[in-house]
Structure formats: structure tokens, C-alpha cells
């Protein structure tokens, strides 16, 4: 069977610091991989979405970035973090596009200070 | 582009009463529908998806979601709710596009179940 890991569970960071989040999925290979952020009364918003080793498509304008050095894993970055950074983390996988569900994390609590 | 719409952001409700989640949706091409729910502190959890064919989709946990094309609806249903049922529900959407599996999520909507 599939899982899917993200690590840390959470994570308190100072204004101006980098990040690291990091996703893996185990148990198949070639997965869709995406990041959201979730924001209090706000849903979940897509960063980023990735179709294979190395493709990376970004949805939202920002200070963050992805990468996806392996086929199962996939990194969310940041250089220097901003308040606005503070959210819940989700990474998740599909098999493929359309219709194929969409398999999350467990997520990364964030708080930007 | 396609948009959800979730309007209730809270839904209280007594235990073994029914209860009805309101989904809204827009786009221009034809869509799937997804409704999946979020327990406190945890990722998403796929509860049904409407892809084609019957109107009337069944998921876990008992719920059920009827999808109406000409009100561009996608309502989630339970005929009686449980204590464990209180988790926050989210309605997505998915378009045909060229690459990936684009959800664009609602708001979500609290369902608290009182006793």
C-alpha cells in the first residue's frame, strides 16, 4: 500500500530564516506530487505541483519554492521566511491527472514569529 | 478557471439529526467533484468524488453527494450524524487540464455535532 510522509510535524521559525519542508511517498512510483497551504478561514490554496523528477509548476507568486530531487520526494523551500509563511502545510500525491484522488499528509504545523 | 464556493463556513448540529453541506461550483469545461473532510491537526481524507455517470454518489462513513450539472451543485449529505462526524468538509473541483491534477478547494465548512 501507499503512504505518504512529511516531516517536521511542526515548526517555529524566526522572521528571516530558511525552510525546509520535506514530502516522500512510498509504495509507487512516478506520482503527481503537490503542496498546498492552508490558512485559517481560507481553504486550501496550491503552491506548487510537480509531474515528474525535476518539473515543477508554481501556481502562487511568492517566496517560496519546490523541488523534486527524487521521484518521491518533493521539497518545499524558502530563503528567508515572512509572517505571512505561518499555515498548515499539506503535501499529497495522485497517480496521475482528472479525475485520480488526490492522497495527503499528515501536514507540517508552521508558525512564522 | 473554476471557483468553489462553500457558504456555510459553520454548521452545528444535533447528533442523529440529518445535515447538509452546501457545495457551489463554476467552470467553463467539464469538471469532476470532490468532497473530502479534515479531522483536527490531520491531512484530507477523500469522502466521495462524482467523475460521471449516476448523480448520486455514495462515499464512507455514510454520506452521499448529489451532483446537479444545471445548478452547478455539488451537496454533501448524511441522513443522521454522529459525534465522530465533527471535522471540517471540503468541496473541490477539478478541470480537465493539460498536466497534473489541479483541485481548487473551497472554504471549507465546519460541522460540529452536539450531543
Known amino acids: 500500500s501507499q503512504t505518504i510522509h512529511q516531516w517536521p510535524a511542526t515548526l517555529v521559525q524566526p522572521v528571516g530564516s530558511p525552510l525546509s519542508l520535506e514530502c516522500t511517498v512510498e509504495?509507487?512510483?512516478?506520482?503527481?506530487l503537490y503542496w498546498y497551504r492552508q490558512a485559517a478561514g481560507r481553504g486550501l490554496q496550491l503552491l506548487f505541483y510537480?509531474?515528474?523528477?525535476?518539473?515543477i509548476s508554481s501556481e502562487v507568486p511568492q517566496n517560496l519554492s519546490a523541488s523534486r530531487p527524487q521521484d518521491r520526494q518533493f521539497i518545499l523551500s524558502s530563503k528567508k521566511l515572512l509572517l505571512s509563511d505561518s499555515g498548515f502545510y499539506l503535501c499529497?500525491?495522485?497517480?496521475?491527472?482528472?479525475?485520480?484522488?488526490?492522497?495527503f499528509g499528515p501536514g507540517t504545523r508552521l508558525t512564522v514569529l | 478557471a473554476q471557483s468553489v464556493t462553500q457558504l456555510d463556513s459553520q454548521v452545528p448540529v444535533f447528533e442523529e439529526a440529518p445535515v447538509e453541506l452546501r457545495c457551489n461550483y463554476s467552470s467553463s469545461v467539464s469538471v469532476y467533484l470532490f468532497w473530502y473532510v479534515q479531522y483536527p491537526n490531520q491531512g484530507l481524507q477523500l469522502l466521495l468524488k462524482?467523475?460521471?455517470?449516476?448523480?448520486l454518489v455514495k462515499g464512507i462513513n455514510g454520506f452521499e453527494a448529489e451532483f446537479n450539472k444545471s445548478q452547478t451543485s455539488f451537496h454533501l449529505r448524511k441522513p443522521s450524524v454522529h459525534i465522530s462526524d465533527t471535522a471540517e468538509y471540503f468541496c473541490a473541483v477539478s478541470g480537465l487540464t493539460g498536466g497534473g491534477n489541479k483541485l481548487t478547494f473551497g472554504t471549507g465548512t465546519q460541522l460540529k455535532v452536539e450531543l
Open positions: 499529497a500525491w495522485s497517480y496521475g491527472g482528472g479525475a485520480d484522488t488526490q492522497y
Open positions: 509504495g509507487t512510483s512516478n506520482p503527481n
Open positions: 462524482y467523475l460521471s455517470g449516476s448523480t
Open positions: 510537480s509531474v515528474g523528477i525535476g518539473q
